[in-house]
């Protein structure tokens, strides 16, 4: 079983900032029994701002980016430190893998990690990822690492990911403000809803709360990929999710997911534009699975080139699809709204009939995405 683990600051650090050095043991303990029972781990770490913070006992985390990237910096290097040393005592080798949004969104970067990732795993290594914090600005970022855990699930082809948090799952409403919320123990089909239960951080340590959670879960649930979400301080909780156990909320993925290029193309391809269309051509391409030609495109908007992602807006300004596609902004000014026989006679050459193929659009309906 190839399965990633994440693990947040509010498990990994005290209130004071400093690291909760028995819980890193006992997660490095079970990661390393599940590597001796056969199963491949993955895991996702945070902790770099909040390690940083603890070393130069700040109390608040800073505003400013510099500031932050530099706590980052030297928190990295103490949590790796850390986990290098207990995973030494196992007897496992470890790899530090620093990520950007830019190793996702481009396609070369994106399947170099997955060879390299694939390669660790197959030397038995316990690859250790975190945002690349010290370098990343808010336009390159992805932000939290709930969702970086989730979009590597989805590269690695994990069968599950593992969110160890510090609560016991996700609860029917904020259990900080509601006493009588009731935890969620399986979600069967993921729904756009779920954003509506989930709060902010816990701690003024976490990135993102449960909303991050849910937007992983949505990423896994397209991919294939089974999450749960989990109290990392309970004991052997690793263990007893890989016996089967039922602990925490459990996401199932969807029945049908969608392929590993389509999942690439809707949640890790950069968006360089977005082309608005008609009712008609929304309701071929969604209800139909048609492909999207230039007589349905009202309008487009942003620079884009030729097999670059693009989003599809419908006439609500609602954003239903993104895709590939197979002309340049300026291309599309110009053939919008014709028919397909008439762009030779505008552009004096043809590419395709299509705006975008259905083999390179992902429709996201009701905000879940589908395809084939
Ligand atoms: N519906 C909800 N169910 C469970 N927890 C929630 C919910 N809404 C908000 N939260 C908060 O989310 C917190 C976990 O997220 P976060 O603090 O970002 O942790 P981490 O550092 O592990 O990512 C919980 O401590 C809880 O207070
Ligand atoms: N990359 C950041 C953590 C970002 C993040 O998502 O934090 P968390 O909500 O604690 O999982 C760090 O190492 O400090």
Redesign the pocket.
């Known amino acids: 079983m190839r399965i990633v683990v ?7 650090t005290y209130e004071n900032g400093k690291l909760n050095l028995e819980i890193m043991e006992k997660l490095v303990r079970q990661i390393a029994n599940l590597l001796n029972r056969g199963e491949e781990v993955v895991l ?9 913070m603890g070393k130069l006992n700040l109390k608040e985390k800073p505003k400013t980016i510099p500031e ?1 990237q530099s ?2 910096a030297i ?2 290097g103490l ?1 790796i430190e850390i986990y290098e040393k207990f995973f030494n005592e196992y007897g496992k080798i470890t790899a530090q893998v620093l990520l950007t949004k830019e190793d996702f969104s481009d396609r070369r970067r994106y399947l170099n990690v997955s060879y390299t990732l694939s390669n660790l795993l197959k030397w038995g290594v316990v690859p250790i990822i ?2 690349n ?1 010290t370098v990343t600005v808010d336009e390159i970022k992805i ?6 855990a989730a979009l590597l699930a989805s590269l690695v082809e994990a069968d599950i990911l593992i969110i160890l ?1 510090d609560i016991d799952g996700l609860y029917d409403k904020d259990p900080r403000i509601y006493k009588e919320a009731k935890i969620i123990e399986v979600v069967e089909e993921f729904s756009d809803e779920l954003f509506k239960i989930a709060g902010s ?1 816990g701690t003024k ?5 449960m909303y ?1 959670k849910i937007q992983a879960a949505k990423i896994c649930w397209n991919s294939g990929v089974k999450m749960i979400i989990a109290n990392g301080k309970i004991d052997n909780v690793l263990n007893q999710i890989a016996n089967g156990e039922k602990i925490g909320t459990t996401f199932l993925p969807m029945k049908k997911p969608i392929s590993s290029r389509k999942v690439w193309i809707a949640f890790n391809a950069k968006v360089s534009g977005r082309l608005f269309i008609d009712e008609g051509a929304a309701k071929a391409i969604i209800k139909h699975g048609k492909s999207l030609l230039p007589s349905g495109v009202v309008k487009t908007e942003g620079d884009y080139d030729v097999g670059d992602c693009v989003a599809v807006v419908d006439h609500q300004e609602k954003e239903i699809a993104r895709g590939l596609i197979n002309y340049s902004s300026e291309e599309v000014e110009k053939i919008k709204g014709c028919k397909t026989h008439e762009i030779e006679k505008i552009l004096g050459y043809k590419y395709y009939d299509e705006v975008i193929h259905r083999d390179n659009l992902v429709i996201l309906e009701r905000g879940e995405k589908f395809g084939s």
């Open positions: 994440k693990v947040g600051t509010s498990t990994l996702v770490t945070s902790g770099a701002i909040g390690a940083g932050k706590l980052a928190g990295q949590l975190n945002e914090d932000g939290d690492n709930d969702t970086l948090t951080a340590r976490g990135t993102g709360g991050t």
